[in-house]
């Protein structure tokens, strides 16, 4: 089976994004081997070398953990609510920008959208 670099950088993006939502979820072993791999792209032997233990274990705990985080992501759904939130704010910040005419509409266009992008991302 060939995995193409995008897949392989779609599939990184998504184990990255689910582990900011869930990464307290994970037992400190769990937490520590996606780390390793996805966030500082340490290799499976590197790893293993790290640890002395066999590229194999290091493939199978880093395979259980993102199975973990999908399946914490099927039931909770943080990630598909983030990026609906995401999706729903760009649209309000593109009608904001389309109401040019109107300035008093626009700018309490663009404060909603401010304020709900603060809440979405914890910023406030």
């Known amino acids: 089976m060939i995995v193409h670099e995008s897949d392989a950088?779609?599939?990184?993006?998504?184990?990255n994004m689910l582990f900011d939502f869930y990464e307290k979820l994970l037992t400190e072993k769990?937490?520590?081997f996606l780390?390793?791999?996805f966030h500082d792209d340490y290799t499976?032997?590197?790893?293993?070398?790290?640890?002395?233990?066999?590229?194999?274990?290091?493939?199978?705990?880093?395979k259980r953990a993102g199975a973990v985080l999908?399946?914490?992501e099927s039931k909770l759904g943080l990630l598909r609510k983030h990026t609906a939130a995401?999706?729903?704010?760009s649209k309000l910040e593109l009608l904001a920008e389309q109401t040019?005419?109107?300035?008093?509409?626009?700018?309490k266009l663009q404060d909603i959208a401010r304020g709900l992008r603060e809440e979405v991302h914890?910023?406030?």
């Not at 499976?44 to 880093?62: M, S």
């Not at 040019?100 to 700018?107: A, D, K």
Request: aromatic content about 12%; overall charge negative; glycine content about 4%.
């Open 9 to 15: 950088l779609a599939k990184t993006n998504r184990i």
């Open 70 to 72: 999908e399946s914490y």
């Open 100 to 107: 040019e005419p109107n300035e008093e509409l626009r700018t």
């Open 30 to 32: 769990q937490q520590t």
């Open 86 to 89: 995401e999706n729903w704010l």
């Open 35 to 37: 780390k390793y791999y």
């Open 122 to 124: 914890g910023t406030t």
């Open 44 to 62: 499976l032997g590197e790893i293993a070398a790290e640890f002395d233990i066999t590229r194999q274990a290091v493939y199978e705990h880093v």
